[in-house]
């Protein structure tokens, strides 16, 4: 018998209750792993109070870790007891132990610690296919990331640097200015005191930005789209303030795109997904994008951590510890 904090209904953080669960043998394609640490994401949230609906009930939600095979099942072959892994977009991570698909984890370096995979992995990927696929960024590619100080935010700052294009950052305090600035973004717009709209047409000198990254949603639409140059990409990937609400396709003004990708979009496959976490710990190995773990909760605490992320009081990333 093993730990996991799990939900029974949707709900506050109260709702997420630390109890004893049976960890059965893995099944053919499948491994066991011992979790040392997990990341907190605001898809956890989503998950939690319903907006995203999970399939069955008592739910361990998380979308992220990092752990050893303990076990392996029928026919799996890449991966042995005792290999250290990680992952990033499978439910299930708030979990002493946990079963888990061999072909959605990924061998992990042994220069990246578990904490800095659990840290990065879902945030970390999916930036590599926000800046690398849903727009191909490159040297000169002007930017709008909203909640730059955030934990995919900080991410994106270093990458977007490193790519060479420029990213104008939006946060909510000075203080989370000052760290988007020490990551890489080039401007930030504080949202508590200037209207961001405004801020990008003066520093684009009114030409707009190639694309918008959004994760507040509701709070930031359709505001968004008028930061964007004509045909520039409006790219809605989380809900932060709550649901983007529907709208008339005519809002799209200047022949401009849309979309709403997802990380499970984007690593569907097994290459897919190699392809992804080794550019992404290329990335890190390299020392040009540098995970900043801020927070970190025992997992028996993730209602507390809930808390935290909720009422942005977290910056970077947060781990919650096995």
Known sequence: MVHAVRLHSV?????????????????????????????LNYIDVYHRTGLYPLQS?????????????????????????????????????????????????????????????????????????????????????????????????????????ALGATLIGTVSTDEKAELARSHGAEHVIVTSREDFVQRVQEITDGKGCDVVYDSIGRDTFP??????????????????????????????????????????????????LRENAAELFQMVESGAVKIAINQTFPLKDAASAHRALEARQTTGSTVLTV
């Open 223 to 272: 505001r968004s789209l008028d930061c964007l140059r004509p045909r520039g990409l409006w790219v809605s990937f989380g809900n932060a303030s709550g649901p983007v609400p529907p709208f008339d396709l005519s809002a799209l003004k200047g022949s401009l795109f849309a979309t709403r990708p997802s990380l499970m979009g984007y690593t569907a496959t097994a290459s897919e």
């Open 11 to 39: 709900g506050g953080p109260e709702h997420l209750v630390w109890e004893r669960i049976e960890v059965p043998e893995p099944g053919p394609g499948e491994v066991r792993i011992k979790q040392r640490a997990a990341g």
């Open 57 to 161: 009930w008592p739910a361990v939600i998380g979308m992220e870790g990092a752990g050893d095979v303990v076990a392996v099942g029928e026919g799996v072959s890449a991966l042995s007891v005792g290999d250290r892994v990680a992952y990033g977009s499978v439910l299930g991570g708030y979990a002493e132990e946990r079963l888990i698909a061999a072909d959605r984890v990924v061998k992990l370096p042994d220069g990246i610690s578990y904490e800095t995979a659990a840290a990065m992995m879902l945030q970390g990927m999916t930036v590599r296919y926000l800046l690398r696929e849903t727009y191909n960024v490159v040297p000169g590619t002007i930017m709008l990331f909203h909640a730059a100080a955030g934990g995919v935010g900080l991410i994106a700052c270093q990458w977007a640097r």
